[in-house]
């Protein structure tokens, strides 16, 4: 008997030290919570995060067990437990950004880290630049600056982004079924200085992010509080301008409000000015309600009008007959306005297990006039077209997070639902005159699209194994008034689509991680197409893998390294500058990406991106697959200086190779390599800096499409580039001042 009571105690002492659980919070140095903490136990390897209100639990905890804590922009702390029973609260200290502090953790997203540096080294300072933080990612503006910027990625032509899934605090900026065209993604509306971090993932591989991912998504995430008020001048040449405001309005523990604004007006450097302006308001509330409840309130408001110069034939710089920065038809521009208010809302259910969710709702206006073709269709009049549209958004997501730990392996599920319906009034395409008369109508109705998804992952960790498989499905509702038909008619289709994925991680140590990553993802296409090809091609699926590592050969360099491969069942997408339906057929597309960041001082940094792409059509012969603007090979490339003293400065060049313009590679869009500089001065209460735009003062061309076109005076045709000038060399200088 003596022996069987003994053995019963020490089963309950063994339960006691080896099957307990542990609670705790992550605080700053101001004993504010700390979000996205990494939290490793060295003695199991059992590893967790912390919430958004800065809470963590663990299991399988014992006593004298070590506790690592790691976050970028904080000192890494370890902890030896002592107690077991008591709420563990841990204080890091923030201090600038340093890459042996960087943890490569085992979660399919873990390449964020690279932004993460990146955004804490080099500011986003402005509106392009918001892209431009995404590895691999290249952009270009070709109407004023107050259009959607062009977007390459992984061998893309984007356009706007049919191909790229992107979110603000995840709020969606596609519009689907846009007069422009399918995707349309303008970031404008966002105050580049309000952003914090940048979420990014390349392929179709993440069971949270539904239409539009094919070649990545891009998730950008807004600061919930302020370290200082502030407001900042900018001024430089072409009658640029620009007047930030930021303003604490609540700040404390549990509860912090703020608000934004922003004014920019600029010519540019065209021989017809720009008269490009654009105000921003944008103000956000996060507090909590109660120890298990987090709220947060967003609304923001933008608007900008701008006149353009429009995409200019090659031969008319050639022949003399204009400049580089002249224009064939100047009464190009538009103006666009949105409007959204956002709520998020996180409930913690206890300690394993969270729900979050938002609610969205946008009021977005857009009206853009062209003129590619010139007078190729109306020797008369000329080509200008008008596109035109009134939209309302409004939608929800809502996604159920729980962990689990067994005595072999621990992870979590993850499920989610969302719903998305936008209301495009009076899509218009029209022939138009001097932005005055309308001289035809080519598409006019009224457009309503429904989007219902839902899925379902789980993340499972075994010894240093990550497995993350999940599937995810759609639903579309399609619906198309056409307002030049005769009589009133709706058209509708309806189209399903699953999208199984399937994650696999290695983690040998916390400086190497092996990944392959599989998935089928898609892109819907526009409302107008789905109706007319009577459901053909409604939800082209898109079939990817990825493998490769993210390593740390020494405690200041960081290294990722992928081979990856894309097949697209159809390019078909409605061209909004004509009216069409272009079925582009089957692609594939397949590469490398390599991004590298080594710290080798303290104060110095050096960042490189570099991208090879293969990329093809399938169905077409050899010498006639070239996928038009396909960018074969990009790379960029910065050092990046912020000192102890307060002196900081960057100097980044980006190139992208000559890429076939057309489908047999017999008109080609020239490549660039353009260096940017910016410098300054950075102390407690102010901010003094200069930049410089194209150092080397480049002749560029920031865009280029094959088009044909027709002067005046020309009796026939002629296919050929059309480009849009890059910026020369300019100047600008920036002073700010905290309070």
Not at 232 to 248: H, P, S, V, W
Request: proline share 4%; charged share 20%.
């Amino acid at each position: 008997m003596k022996p069987f009571l003994l053995t019963i105690l020490f089963l309950l002492l063994n339960c006691s030290l080896f099957a307990q659980s542990l609670t705790g919070k992550l605080v700053d140095e101001y004993q504010k919570a700390i979000p996205e903490v990494y939290i490793l136990n060295k003695n199991t390897g059992h590893h967790t995060h912390s919430n958004e209100t800065g809470g963590f639990s663990m299991e399988r905890i014992s006593l004298g067990d070590t506790l690592q804590f790691s976050c970028i922009g904080y000192q890494n702390r370890q902890i030896v437990l002592d107690n077991l029973k008591a709420l563990l609260t841990v204080q890091l200290q923030s201090k600038p950004i340093s890459l042996e502090e960087v943890v490569i953790r085992p979660q399919v997203d873990a390449l964020h880290v690279i932004t993460d540096i990146d955004v804490q080294t080099n500011p986003v300072n402005s509106s392009q630049d918001i892209l431009r933080k995404v590895p691999g990612l290249f952009i270009g503006q070709h109407a004023g600056g107050g259009k959607a910027e062009q977007i390459f990625l992984r061998g893309f032509d984007i356009d706007h982004g049919t191909d790229i899934n992107i979110t603000v605090d995840g709020m969606p900026v596609n519009m689907v079924s846009h007069a422009h065209g399918q995707g349309y993604s303008d970031l404008h509306f966002v105050i580049p200085e309000t952003l914090d971090k940048i979420d990014f993932g390349k392929g179709p591989y993440y069971q949270n992010k539904g239409n539009f991912t094919t070649a990545g998504y891009v998730d950008f995430m807004t600061k919930k509080k302020l370290e200082y008020s502030s407001i900042k001048l900018e001024a430089g040449q072409f009658d640029t301008y620009r007047l930030l405001g930021m303003f604490n309005l609540v700040e404390s523990n549990d509860h912090n409000a703020y608000v934004a604004t922003e004014y920019l007006a600029t010519d540019g450097p065209f021989e017809s000015p720009q008269n490009f302006n654009r105000i921003n308001f944008f103000g956000k509330y996060t507090g909590m309600l109660s120890n298990t409840d987090k709220l947060g309130v967003t609304a923001s408001y933008f608007d900008s009008k701008w006149d353009a110069s429009g995409q200019i034939p090659q031969r008319a710089v050639d022949s003399g007959m204009i400049s580089r920065f002249g224009a064939i038809d100047d009464t190009e521009g538009g103006n666009t306005a949105r409007s959204n208010l956002l709520i998020n809302h996180e409930k913690i259910i206890d300690e394993n297990s969270s729900l979050k969710s938002n609610i969205y709702l946008s009021q977005y206006d857009f009206e853009l006039y062209s003129n590619f073709t010139f007078f190729l269709e109306d020797p008369i009049n000329g080509d200008q077209i008008k596109q035109k549209e009134d939209r309302t958004i409004y939608g929800f997501n809502s996604e159920y997070n729980t962990s689990f730990t067994t005595n072999t392996l621990n992870g979590n599920w993850q499920a989610g639902i969302s719903l998305r319906n936008d209301q495009s009034n009076s899509n218009e395409l029209s022939h138009t005159l001097n932005r005055r008369e309308t001289l035809g109508q080519i598409k006019l109705g009224d457009i309503n699209e429904t989007n219902l998804g839902a899925y379902l992952g789980t993340t499972v960790n075994l010894n240093r194994w990550t497995f993350n498989p999940s599937v995810r499905v759609d639903y579309f509702d399609f619906q198309y008034n056409d307002a030049l038909l005769p009589t009133y008619s709706t058209q509708e289709e309806t189209k399903a689509i699953i999208s199984p994925k399937f994650n696999i991680l290695y983690n040998q140590t916390e400086q190497l991680q092996l990944y392959i990553k599989t998935g089928k993802g898609f892109h819907s296409n526009d409302t107008r197409v789905v109706v007319a090809e009577k459901g053909n091609h409604i939800l082209p699926a898109a079939y990817g893998f990825d493998g490769g590592f993210i390593w740390k050969p020494t405690p200041k360099m960081l290294l990722n390294l992928a081979y990856w491969y894309l097949y697209l069942e159809q390019e078909l997408v409605y061209v909004g500058d004509a009216g069409i339906v272009e079925p582009s057929g089957k692609t594939r597309r397949k590469g490398l990406d390599l991004s590298y960041r080594y710290q080798p001082l303290p104060w110095l940094f050096w960042n490189l991106d570099a991208n090879y792409t293969h990329a093809r059509a399938i169905e077409e012969s050899k010498g006639e697959d070239f996928i038009p603007l396909a960018p074969d090979f990009t790379l960029v490339s910065g050092i990046n200086i912020i000192h102890q003293t307060g002196f900081y400065g960057s100097i980044n060049v980006r190139h992208i190779n000559s890429r076939p313009a057309n489908e047999d590679n017999s008109i080609v869009a020239k490549g660039y390599t353009v260096t940017d500089l910016n410098a300054g001065y950075k102390r407690k209460k102010y901010n003094i800096g200069v930049q410089v735009q194209n150092l080397f003062d480049t002749e560029w061309n920031e865009t280029q499409f094959a088009t044909e076109s027709k002067l005046q005076f020309e009796t026939e045709p002629v296919e050929e580039i059309h480009f849009t000038p890059g910026t020369p060399l300019s100047l600008k200088v920036m002073i700010q001042y905290n309070f």
